[in-house]
Each structure stands twice: as C-alpha cells, then as structure tokens.
C-alpha cells in the first residue's frame, strides 16, 4: 500500500513552497533576511546539540603570525595589509566536518582551515577548508547535508544510503565528491594540506573601488595525503595521528608554514564571466585569474589549554574589518548568520570575551550590554544606547564598503546552468589527476558507495558518468552495475533519473 503523501511544513505548521531554493534578490543572491523557513531551519539546525560543536567537533590549534611579502594595498584598505613586512597575530584552528570529538582524524572528510587575524582593526577570521570547492551551492540545504553524515536515529550507525542518496539527488556535489574520494580526502597530516577561503569574498580600497577575491594557503611542507589503507590502519592505531602530528611538529620547532595568495576579479569580469564566480562548487581557473601572492603564515606557538582556547575558539565568515567584505555567494549569505548564531548557543552570547576569541589590536566598544557570562567591566556608568551625547562610540562612515547592484525577483530561484555542474569535475578527473589519483579515486568511491543500496549506487554512479564516461564506467565495473543502464540514466534529466530509479 502507498504511503499518504505528507507537506514539508514549518515548526508552526504552514506549508513550504521550496526547501531547495533561499529566497534571494536575482538568481545570484544576495539572499533575503526574509527568508523565515530558511532562518528557522539554520537556528534549529545550530541548537542540534548541547554542548558540541554540531560541525568540526574534532580539532587541533596552534597560534603563529602572517607577514605581508607583497604590496596588495590596491585591492583593499585592511591596515593588516597595508605594508610589506607587516606582521599580524593569528589563531588557526584544523578539523574534521562530519565526526564527532571522538573520530578518527584520518576520516574520509573534508578538513577545517579557519584562521583568526588579530588586526589593529579588530578580529578578522578567514573559515574555509582543505578543498577550493564544496557539496552545495545554497545554505537551505545544509542541515540536510550534514544530517547525511551524521547517524541513523534508530541504530545510531553511520549509514551509505542516507550519504549517497542525499549526493545522488543533488547533482552540484559531483565536483566536491570527487575531491572528497581522491586521496585529498585523508590529508596525512593539518601541516601537509592547503587551505583555501572556497567562497568569492570582497576587497576593497580608500577609493571606493572593488574587486572579488578567492583566498588560496599553500602549504610549505608540500601536500601529502593518506592512502584508503593507510587511513584505516591510522584509525585504529592512532586515530589522533593529526593532533599529534601539529603539537608535536611546532614543539619541536618545526613550524609549518604557508604561502597565502589570491585569485583577483573585477566587477566587469565578474559581470560576464561563462559561470557565475560566487557558485562555490566551482573553482576559478588559474590561467583567467592567475594567483597572486600576498603574505606567509607562520604556526609556532601550541596553545596551553585545549579547552579554553581550541575548544572555545569560535570563527565566523561574518568578521570582517574595512576593506574585506561578503559576496552575494548564497552559502556565504546563509553562514554569516548561521556561525555567529552557533557560537552563542555553544558558548554563550558573550563568547567574543573568551580570551582566544576577544580582539586583540583594538578595544571592542559598542552598546551591547549584559547577559550570561559577562566578565567585562570596562562599560560602567557609560550609556548602553546610541545615539548619545556622553562621548558613547560613534560610527565611522568611511570605513563603509563600496556599493554594488542588485537586481531581479525576490523569489525561491533554482540555478540558472544545471548542466556546468559536471564540467569542472570532468576536468578534474581527466586533466589533473594521474593514472594512480583515478585508480584510488575509483577505488574509493567503490569501497564507500558499494554499501549503499542498488537504486542509490545507479543514480550517483549516472552522475559520475556525466562528468566523464570512463569515471562512470569504471565506478560501475567495480560495483558490479550495468554499465549501459548507467549510461542510459546518465542521459536522463535529474527528475526523470529519480523516477527511473524509483520504479
């Protein structure tokens, strides 16, 4: 007997039109605080659980310093990069996504690469991965993805159904996936992985001029990354190979470094580029916007508690100081609201007095007053509103940020150019790789997506096919899949792929 057809509703019962689709200004964003169903979803999904973090719960930290080696101070006014030699105190914290404090650091996961600058102008904080791209291009689903990598609410069991189903129906993770089963998915150690800002961010100069910027760290010490064998054997002989591996390195006076540069494009490239340059699936090509170097990260100092400063470090994409700003990137939208709202469950809404956390270079002072956990005394008698006339702290207009359009409906808008999902991820797997990344690759997504169930393995091995018909093939071959039903549903649209599927 068919089961009932049931709606998708919100916490109080009114149907929902959309959970695919944020509400945004055009189809590029930026995303509209409108949104109910979206800021409902997000601020659930943040209060999910008590008191670990609910992503990156597993981690490692080290402080250390960036130093300006190149003049960049065209592209933004940040006083931290305003002269060579400049050097800045930072705080970086490396971790898993999926696991919780307890897994394994040789996990199939992407890693964490969130860095804190202790600019003169207040806390800067750059949260981004080991990969330049991810799974999803539009924060409404999010917590859906992430529920994938979580576990089974009955057996309390990770499950490859619920991972590969989600990925299969979900055409734009294609790329994401096929870096996450390469070997870059089980980086060797924090000091052997890039780091990378993912999303299209904003710099801009005294003159009011703009540009969108991709951040690049690459590490020093050269990329080396784990075979599927070697990381199980590290999970269970030392499953805190990583956390090791960092402490012990900068004990020893072996500080990892990395070289930081930037992929630059103006607002006319960006205007009538072939893809649009916020979707943080793809990748900018190096040959149309070349990297240009800025500065060198240096880790040398361990922390001297865990908790109080790895554990209770909390980052945002949000801070920002003048000459650094968003994008209309929809998933960036989504997590400026969505960290800070995380940390003040976690932590508190005073978590910004947490030693690691509080701004160093300058004092904060603002009119926000009270609440759980204040240790901060330096207000008194001063007034808690704006605007005053007892000398309270003013606004400084010319730190605003250069304006820039923004057109088209305000609706649930789907993406414009399904088809370029598999583009990049084609390449990837036929111009970068070599003949022993494919044969590991291959082998990974056999070893994981074997487990799932036969209508999944059909739909998601389909998609690995419309990136490149060998990569479909041999995926196919090693599950023991026919190969011409493949093809056949490869051909599809993904709403026709589904129901074949189905049947």
């Known amino acids: 007997?068919?089961?009932?057809?049931?709606?998708?509703?919100?916490?109080?019962?009114?149907?929902?039109?959309?959970?695919?689709?944020?509400?945004?200004?055009?189809?590029?964003?930026?995303?509209?605080?409108?949104?109910?169903?979206?800021?409902?979803?997000?601020?659930?999904?943040?209060?999910?659980?008590?008191?670990?973090?609910?992503?990156?719960?597993?981690?490692?930290?080290?402080?250390g310093y960036f130093e300006v080696t190149h003049d960049?101070?065209?592209?933004?006014?940040?006083?931290?990069?305003?002269?060579?030699?400049?050097?800045?105190?930072?705080?970086?914290?490396?971790?898993?996504?999926?696991?919780?404090?307890?897994?394994?650091?040789?996990?199939?996961d992407p890693r964490g690469f969130a860095v804190k600058f202790y600019t003169e102008e207040g806390n800067y904080?750059?949260?981004?991965?080991?990969?330049?791209?991810?799974?999803?291009?539009?924060?409404?689903?999010?917590?859906?993805?992430?529920?994938?990598?979580?576990?089974?609410?009955?057996?309390?069991?990770?499950?490859?159904?619920?991972?590969?189903?989600?990925?299969?129906?979900?055409?734009?993770?294609?790329?994401?996936?096929?870096?996450?089963?390469?070997?870059?998915?089980?980086?060797?150690?924090?000091?052997?992985?890039?780091g990378y800002s993912g999303h299209t961010f904003k710099r801009y100069n005294d003159k009011g001029e703009y540009y969108w910027v991709k951040i690049h760290l690459i590490t020093d010490?050269?990329?080396?990354?784990?075979?599927?064998e070697e990381a199980t054997r590290l999970a269970g002989e030392d499953p805190d190979h990583a956390t090791r591996d960092l402490y012990e390195a900068i004990e020893r006076g072996d500080h990892p470094s990395w070289t930081v540069s930037v992929q630059i494009m103006t607002a006319e490239q960006a205007g009538d580029y072939h893809f649009n340059p916020f979707d943080i699936t793809k990748v900018l090509p190096h040959?149309?916007?070349?990297?240009?170097?800025?500065?060198?990260?240096?880790?040398?100092?361990?922390?001297?508690?865990?908790?109080?400063?790895?554990?209770?470090?909390?980052?945002?994409?949000?801070?920002?100081?003048?000459?650094?700003?968003?994008?209309?990137?929809?998933?960036l939208q989504g997590r400026l609201f969505s960290y800070h709202d995380t940390h003040r469950h976690r932590l508190g809404p005073n978590y910004h007095l947490i030693p690691v956390n509080r701004s160093k270079g300058t004092a904060a002072d603002n009119?926000?007053?009270?609440?759980?956990?204040?240790?901060?005394?330096?207000?008194?008698?001063?007034?808690?509103?704006?605007?005053?006339?007892?000398?309270?702290?003013?606004p400084r207009p010319e730190v605003a940020e250069p304006p820039f359009e923004v057109t088209g409906m305000a609706a649930r808008q789907t993406y414009t150019h399904p088809n370029d999902d598999f583009v990049q991820a084609g390449d990837l797997y036929r111009?970068?790789?070599?003949?022993?990344?494919?044969?590991?690759?291959?082998?990974?997504?056999?070893?994981?997506?074997?487990?799932?169930q036969k209508r999944i393995q059909l739909r998601q091995t389909a998609l690995f096919y419309k990136a490149d018909p060998e990569y479909g093939r041999h995926v196919a071959e090693g599950i023991g899949l026919d190969v011409k039903k493949v093809e056949h549903l490869a051909g599809l649209s993904q709403e026709e792929r589904v129901k074949a599927t189905m049947e």
């Open 1 to 63: 007997m068919a089961k009932k057809k049931r709606t998708l509703t919100t916490n109080f019962g009114t149907p929902v039109d959309d959970d695919q689709n944020t509400v945004t200004a055009g189809s590029s964003g930026p995303a509209l605080i409108q949104d109910v169903h979206l800021i409902e979803k997000l601020a659930h999904f943040d209060r999910e659980r008590i008191p670990e973090r609910v992503v990156h719960a597993k981690g490692a930290g080290a402080y």
């Open 72 to 108: 960049v101070i065209r592209y933004t006014m940040a006083q931290f990069l305003s002269k060579i030699g400049k050097r800045t105190e930072v705080f970086v914290r490396f971790s898993t996504v999926g696991g919780e404090r307890g897994s394994a650091d040789s996990a199939r």
């Open 125 to 194: 904080d750059l949260v981004g991965n080991n990969t330049p791209v991810f799974f999803i291009r539009d924060p409404l689903k999010f917590p859906d993805f992430i529920h994938t990598q979580k576990r089974l609410a009955a057996s309390n069991l990770k499950d490859p159904d619920m991972f590969w189903d989600f990925l299969s129906l979900t055409p734009e993770s294609v790329h994401q996936v096929t870096i996450l089963f390469s070997n870059r998915g089980t980086p060797r150690s924090y000091r052997h992985m890039n």
């Open 221 to 228: 010490q050269g990329i080396q990354n784990l075979s599927r």
């Open 287 to 331: 040959g149309d916007f070349p990297l240009i170097p800025v500065g060198r990260m240096v880790l040398d100092r361990n922390p001297e508690n865990y908790f109080a400063e790895v554990e209770q470090s909390a980052f945002s994409p949000g801070n920002f100081v003048p000459g650094i700003a968003a994008s209309p990137d929809k998933l």
């Open 367 to 394: 009119y926000q007053r009270d609440a759980a956990m204040l240790t901060d005394e330096r207000t008194g008698g001063d007034p808690n509103y704006y605007p005053n006339t007892f000398a309270g702290p003013e």
């Open 431 to 452: 111009k970068v790789m070599t003949d022993e990344d494919r044969d590991h690759l291959i082998g990974n997504i056999v070893d994981h997506l074997g487990g799932a």
